[in-house]
């Protein structure tokens, strides 16, 4: 049976894809994390319980670690997750986002080239992200696998730099390597410092929702599943060499999902329809702040057969409904540590 490797398996989407994998994958599943702030085991205990997953917590930046782990378990897959992926965070603080995005990257590539040696039925799946694009003007067509990057933050750039290190590997070395790039995500599991989850629950607790700037930025918004099936299409069944764009065709701007979220916490709460609206408050826009992202997703589709299934506004009301089941996770995660980078982040804008 084929093992595969899952790294930051016990984050947002990488616990989401373990949880998927474990239900359709035979094999071995190792999941390799460094539970940093918004990686929690808790995500995929009950999978670690039922030994569904292997969990190793550790550095992708730790090579000697990586090189133990390759030569253990003698993967046939790697899905590469483990990144720093917050824009606001990388724009405080550049450089952890530089090791671990080009650093582990690179890590991984070369413990993954130096293991297979050219041998056949391996695979490098690195996920990375629409933000390597920069931004859209709003009748500019969406990105595609041949739009030139042009990334606007430190974060965008790392992820850059990574996706540029898995095409080298790949054309230089032949390494079985596939990038795939993604929207913006959205579902169960998702660290409470992004968009919808930070809104979802400061709504419930009647606190106020910072907006950047006008709100009018626009993101092509991708539930998680959808995500995750992707992947594993891509897994299954995706081209050594090629990119695949994946997208949910859901363009929102912020201000609507915001307006939508308000409205399924009013209903979830039974609160008079436009209370938590009220909540929301105009901040100073961050800098390099990107006004608009849109993804051609046409290729995934018609080679691999893959469809987004869920929508936003139906998704909505059943996800504030699992951040309203599931306090404990969100008490859990909502440490001092995060409660001092939100201060830290809005109380002055």
Same mark, same amino acid.
């Given at each position: 049976?084929?093992?595969?490797?899952? $790294?930051?398996?016990?984050?947002?989407?990488?616990?989401?894809?373990?949880?998927?994998?474990?239900?359709?994958?035979?094999?071995?599943?190792?999941?390799?994390?460094?539970? $940093?702030?918004?990686?929690?085991?808790?995500?995929?205990?009950? !999978?670690?319980?039922? %030994?569904?997953?292997?969990?190793?917590?550790?550095?992708?930046?730790?090579?000697?670690?990586?090189?133990?782990?390759?030569?253990?378990?003698?993967?046939?897959?790697?899905?590469?997750?483990?990144?720093?992926?917050?824009?606001?965070?990388?724009?405080?603080?550049?450089?952890? +986002?530089?090791?671990?995005?080009?650093?582990? $990257?690179?890590?991984?590539?070369?413990?993954?080239?130096?293991?297979?040696?050219?041998?056949?039925?391996?695979?490098?799946?690195?996920?990375?992200?629409? #933000?390597?694009?920069?931004? !859209? #003007?709003?009748?500019?067509?969406?990105?595609?696998?041949?739009?030139?990057?042009?990334?606007?933050?430190? =974060?965008?750039?790392?992820?850059?730099?990574?996706?540029?290190?898995?095409?080298?590997?790949?054309?230089?070395?032949?390494?079985?390597?596939?990038?795939?790039?993604?929207?913006?995500?959205?579902?169960?599991?998702? +660290?409470?410092?992004?968009?919808?989850?930070?809104?979802?629950?400061?709504?419930?607790?009647?606190?106020?929702?910072?907006?950047?700037?006008?709100?009018?930025?626009?993101?092509?918004?991708?539930?998680?599943?959808?995500?995750?099936?992707?992947?594993?299409?891509?897994?299954?069944?995706?081209?050594?060499?090629?990119?695949?764009?994946?997208?949910?065709?859901?363009?929102?701007?912020?201000?609507?999902?915001?307006?939508?979220?308000?409205?399924?916490?009013?209903?979830?709460?039974?609160?008079?329809?436009? $209370?938590?609206?009220?909540?929301?408050?105009?901040?100073?826009?961050?800098?390099?702040?990107?006004?608009? =992202?849109?993804?051609?997703?046409?290729?995934?589709?018609?080679?691999?057969?893959? %469809?987004?299934?869920?929508?936003?506004?139906?998704?909505?009301?059943?996800?504030?409904?699992?951040?309203?089941?599931?306090?404990?996770?969100?008490?859990?995660?909502?440490?001092?540590?995060?409660?001092?980078? =939100?201060? %830290?982040? =809005?109380? #002055?804008?």
């Amino acid at each position: 049976m084929t093992a595969w490797l899952i $790294t930051g398996g016990a984050g947002f989407i990488g616990a989401n894809f373990a949880r998927m994998a474990a239900a359709r994958h035979a094999g071995p599943l190792v999941v390799l994390d460094a539970l $940093t702030y918004a990686g929690n085991v808790a995500n995929i205990a009950d !999978l670690i319980e039922a %030994r569904r997953v292997q969990f190793h917590h550790g550095d992708i930046c730790d090579a000697a670690l990586v090189d133990r782990l390759f030569a253990t378990y003698r993967f046939d897959c790697v899905v590469h997750f483990a990144a720093e992926s917050h824009v606001d965070r990388s724009i405080l603080g550049p450089q952890p +986002f530089l090791r671990t995005n080009i650093g582990g $990257t690179h890590v991984l590539l070369d413990a993954a080239r130096r293991a297979w040696n050219g041998e056949a039925g391996r695979r490098f799946i690195h996920i990375s992200t629409d #933000e390597v694009f920069g931004d !859209l #003007e709003p009748g500019d067509p969406p990105f595609a696998e041949r739009t030139p990057y042009r990334p606007s933050s430190p =974060y965008a750039a790392s992820k850059a730099a990574a996706d540029h290190l898995v095409r080298v590997w790949q054309r230089t070395y032949g390494l079985p390597a596939i990038v795939i790039n993604c929207g913006n995500n959205y579902g169960p599991w998702q +660290f409470p410092e992004k968009l919808i989850p930070l809104m979802i629950l400061n709504a419930v607790e009647g606190r106020e929702l910072p907006v950047y700037g006008d709100g009018l930025q626009v993101r092509d918004w991708l539930h998680v599943t959808d995500h995750c099936r992707a992947v594993m299409a891509v897994v299954e069944k995706g081209e050594v060499g090629h990119t695949y764009l994946v997208g949910g065709d859901e363009p929102r701007t912020n201000l609507e999902v915001v307006s939508y979220i308000c409205r399924a916490v009013d209903g979830a709460l039974d609160r008079a329809p436009g $209370t938590s609206e009220k909540l929301i408050r105009h901040v100073k826009d961050r800098p390099g702040h990107d006004r608009r =992202y849109a993804l051609d997703s046409s290729f995934l589709r018609g080679s691999l057969g893959w %469809r987004p299934l869920e929508k936003l506004e139906t998704a909505l009301p059943a996800l504030v409904r699992w951040y309203l089941d599931h306090k404990d996770w969100t008490d859990a995660v909502r440490s001092g540590a995060y409660r001092q980078y =939100y201060e %830290r982040q =809005y109380a #002055e804008r």
